[in-house]
């Protein structure tokens, strides 16, 4: 059974203000569940600018290697969060998703006139026991 300690929250999206991010690469060697993990994600997301029409689409990728040799960063089928809106205000979601590969990374896309958003986003990891 699982305990406070086993659990690790692992950052993708430092805390920052912007438009489009590709998160940090998060390592799983030595996460529970290899071949299989079932893990959390989560954002948090304020809208900090003007236009109307700005949205913002955060995804989960993975990829076998961190640096896209031999493998590329491709999105996990399902591991989307709803959009992001005009309206979004400390708006914080969370999605769970599985992956057989050893990183993920949260990548935001935004769009619009002039979009900004204020985000942030991680995963929340079992480690495995030693």
Known sequence: MANQQQFNIAVSIHAQSGGS???DAVDLQGTIHAGGRNIKAF???TNTG???DEVLDIVVEEAPDNNGQ???WTPIPGA???QFDV?????????????NQR???LVSTAAGETPVFAQAGGFLLEQRLA
Do not use: C, I, K, Y
């Open 80 to 82: 989307a969060f709803d």
């Open 50 to 52: 003007g236009d109307a």
């Open 21 to 23: 991010v590709d998160g």
């Open 43 to 45: 954002v948090n997301v």
């Open 103 to 105: 990183f993920v990374r």
């Open 87 to 99: 309206n979004a205000s400390e708006s914080t979601a969370e999605l769970h998703f599985v992956t």
């Open 70 to 72: 031999p493998g590329e």
